[in-house]
T-cell receptor, first 113, second 116 residues
Framework: DAGVIQSPRHEVTEMGQEVTLRCKLI?????LFWYRQTMMRGLELLIY????????DSGMPEDRFSAKMPNASFSTLKIQPSEPRDSAVYFC???????????FGPGTRLTVL | AQKITQTQPGMFVQEKEAVTLDCTYD???????LFWYKQPSSGEMIFLIY??????QNATEGRYSLNFQKARKSANLVISASQLGDSAMYFC?????????????FGDGTTLTVKP
């Protein structure tokens, strides 16, 4: 079985540009998590969905960030406009059910110049 | 609210020895899951081991075991016969099983260095 798939793996963009990160869940999983990891702040939960419904987006830094699940197997995280402080590794993770472990994608390394 | 505490920012262990990485947690949920992840320098997050709150036996996966002490709210990871490839950051995490639709919380991590 394929694991969580993220694209792109690396993204370099200029300040002010729109960035879209993509994630494909493991088939059958119903929970989706977006995380951001930096040296300064560690691993931060941005938002998570359960059965396509956003449950908690309190970790989303500001209105420049938005996340969607247009269907049960796919999600996007959009940053518009991007800023240098958004530079980080963004992980997507999926899980089968409440209380069960999450499986992480390989991450997208974002650099905003 | 959920909370995970990993009190050891860094740990050293001699190759082939066992090492324990500490993790304590706090939750008001009766049903929850506890997990450990490994993050090597390459950056990927690798799921290692899972313990359910109602599991009576400690979880084991190869050289990994989870020392689950529910009354003390601790979920320490034990790595036996350490290998150089075990050098990595290790995260303890938990996920609610009933409330909060399965909210997840991670600790700050412990960096393990295995010495030859």
């Amino acid at each position: 079985d394929a694991g969580v798939i993220q694209s792109p793996r690396h993204e370099v963009t200029e300040m002010g540009q729109e960035v879209t990160l993509r994630c494909k869940l493991i088939s059958g999983h119903n929970s989706l998590f977006w995380y951001r990891q930096t040296m300064m702040r560690g691993l931060e939960l941005l938002i998570y969905f359960n059965n396509n419904v956003p449950i908690d987006d309190s970790g989303m830094p500001e209105d420049r960030f938005s996340a969607k699940m247009p269907n049960a197997s796919f999600s996007t995280l959009k940053i518009q406009p991007s800023e240098p402080r958004d530079s980080a590794v963004y992980f997507c993770a999926s899980s089968l059910d409440r209380g069960k472990p999450q499986f992480f994608g390989p991450g997208t390394r974002l650099t905003v110049l | 609210a959920q909370k995970i505490t990993q009190t050891q920012p860094g740990m050293f262990v001699q190759e082939k020895e066992a090492v324990t990485l500490d993790c304590t947690y706090d939750t008001s949920d009766q049903s929850y899951g506890l997990f450990w992840y490994k993050q090597p320098s390459s950056g990927e997050m690798i799921f290692l081991i899972y313990q359910g709150s109602y599991d009576e036996q400690n979880a084991t996966e190869g050289r990994y075991s989870l020392n689950f002490q529910k009354a003390r709210k601790s979920a320490n990871l034990v790595i036996s016969a350490s290998q150089l490839g075990d050098s990595a950051m290790y995260f303890c995490a938990m996920r609610d099983g009933s409330t909060n639709a399965g909210k997840s919380t991670f600790g700050d991590g412990t960096t393990l260095t295995v010495k030859p």
